[in-house]
């Protein structure tokens, strides 16, 4: 029983984080992705969708630094380049 509760909380922290990264981008299709898997209750399958969540985690983590990256560049090193 202490491996489903450390699980549930870990599901539920990687949602909360997904959903705050990806509330611009795919809020419904989040939640349905969630939905889809509640009924999961093999341990080692919720270790799997665990690391996966935490895969596309990174993967936004890396576009929005990406997108701030642009944003600095675009506002200190305007293109004045000649043609």
């Given at each position: ?7 549930r ?29 509640k ?5 080692e399958?919720i ?12 993967e ?24």
């Amino acid at each position: 029983m202490k491996m489903a509760n450390s699980s549930r909380g870990e599901v539920l922290n990687l949602y909360k984080n997904l959903l705050f990264l990806g509330r611009d981008y795919f809020k419904r299709r989040l939640k349905n992705v969630f939905l889809k898997n509640k009924d999961v209750k093999d341990p080692e399958k919720i270790k799997e969708l665990i690391k996966r969540g935490e895969f596309v985690m990174k993967e936004l983590e890396a576009l929005y630094f990406l997108r701030k990256y642009r944003a600095m560049k675009h506002r200190y090193y305007s293109d004045t380049r000649a043609n």
